[in-house]
């Protein structure tokens, strides 16, 4: 490996994204020449940031960029703002991301970026500050043709109108398409907000119809209660009819076998900004929490939460993992022997609704042409069918685990297109 390559090998995120790909790439005979071509990013971009703060002094920031592939298209991916982001994390969410929009049939390459901060720190004048300045130094590498942001983990559509308005500044007009996940005012899409925790319960519908689970007999046990996890558990339980026995978020995990009421839980959240002094259940380890019985285990916030340790334990029925990257290999090959046990909606296919409807707005800011919130939720359901039904039929005919048939699909789908395309003499 060359030294240039190294800056990814430290992280533990990569290395688990890179072992995946070893076991699909081992999995589909790829040739050993062509491999890192398809593993690696095609650009890599780290920016400093200074930035004036509230009390006087200037403050540098760290901010990534990586753009997987653009093979297919231009390259897609969130942006996020996180204390611990490093270069590696974000290659290995940029691959997946490739691989999840190759699966769905989007026209992406993926791509990830962010910076290097807890967002929770700064007030609203510096969190502009650090937005705008990330953007600005990231005008040379993005566009609306080459690489289109998106909101992740610690940014919101405020910071995606920020990054709107800085590029658009810089070009001399407006331009709505160059980042999606914005307000609905400014050219964003309605039900883009909602659309990855909308999708990941469409699939879990989608597992409960295909296993004749009644949803009215059903439990559920939602880890993370951010954008994803707060809309996801709502929806299980107020049009599902699942009884959420488990709720927690960064501050404390809740556990109540008699239900929690998720609605109370989201008004206590917009008062106080956190679960920690709700009171509806038991406090209770968080990792305890995802070993506790249910019929549906949501792990919607880190990665790497389901592992060689409890894989074992797990006492759902159906897993849904609206994170990304939420099990690591090592419990991948547990869970393998548990199939008829645990049945996996692998990553790159629940929590794909987000990525979906990106794509809606993307094409609306292209075309200048709207659609309802209604028209996008049949869409995006439309997409998430196709997807499901695909990544079980090539399960069950090639007898594979879902993830592995769903990073197969979306793999394949690269590789077929980089042969096609050629590699520039």
């Known amino acids: 490996m060359s030294s240039a390559l ?16 070893r076991v699909i790439a081992d999995y589909l005979q790829i040739d050993v020449n062509n491999r890192e071509r398809l593993m690696y990013p095609k650009r890599a971009i780290a920016v400093t940031l200074p930035v004036h703060m509230d009390d006087g002094s200037t403050k540098t920031f760290q901010g990534y960029r990586v753009q997987h592939h653009l093979t297919l298209g231009p390259t897609k991916g969130g942006t996020r703002f996180a204390p611990s982001l490093s270069m590696g994390e974000t290659a290995a969410l940029a691959m997946w991301m490739s691989w999840k929009c190759a699966l769905n049939g989007l026209p992406y390459g993926g791509a990830k970026g962010g910076i290097a901060c807890d967002p929770t720190k700064l007030s609203r004048s510096e969190l502009e500050a650090v937005s705008r300045r990330y953007m600005q130094e990231m005008i040379p590498f993005v566009g609306p043709h080459t690489d289109i942001m998106g909101p992740d983990m610690g940014t919101n559509e405020q910071v995606m109108a920020w990054f709107m308005d800085t590029y658009s500044v810089y070009q001399g007009y407006a331009v709505s398409e160059i980042v999606t996940g914005k307000p609905v005012s400014i050219g964003g899409t309605e039900g883009r907000r909602e659309a990855t925790g909308r999708g990941v319960v469409y699939l879990v519908e989608r597992a409960m119809d295909m296993l004749k689970m009644d949803p009215e007999k059903c439990t559920v046990i939602v880890q993370g209660f951010g954008n994803v996890g707060s ?9 599902t009819g699942l009884k959420v026995v488990g709720l927690s978020d960064a501050t404390v995990a809740l556990y109540n076998a008699k239900g929690i009421d998720v609605k109370a839980a989201e008004q206590h959240v917009l008062k106080k900004g956190n679960l920690r002094a709700f009171d509806q259940g038991d406090r209770i380890d968080p990792n305890e929490m995802l070993l506790q019985k249910c019929d549906v285990l949501v792990p919607a916030a880190v990665d790497r939460v389901i592992t060689e340790r409890n894989a074992a334990k797990l006492q759902c029925r159906i897993l849904a993992e609206a994170a990304n990257g939420p099990t690591s290999p090592e ?18 296919l629940c929590n794909a609704g987000g990525v979906i409807v990106s794509y809606f707005e993307w ?23 196709h997807s499901f039904t695909q990544v079980i039929r090539r399960a069950k005919v090639h007898k594979i685990s879902h993830r592995m048939a769903a990073l197969a699909i979306g793999v394949e789908r690269v590789m077929k297109a980089k042969a096609t ?3 520039f003499p």
């Open 6 to 21: 190294s800056i990814y090998e430290d992280d533990d995120v990569f290395a688990m994204a890179r072992e995946q790909f």
């Open 231 to 239: 809309v996801a558990a709502l929806s299980l339980a107020l049009r």
């Open 331 to 348: 419990a991948d090959r547990i869970l393998d022997q548990r199939w008829d046990e645990v049945f996996v909606i692998p990553d790159i």
């Open 363 to 385: 094409v609306q800011g292209l075309q200048s042409f709207m659609w309802s919130e209604t028209e996008v939720t049949d869409k995006l359901f439309r997409i998430l069918e």
């Open 421 to 423: 395309r050629g590699l």
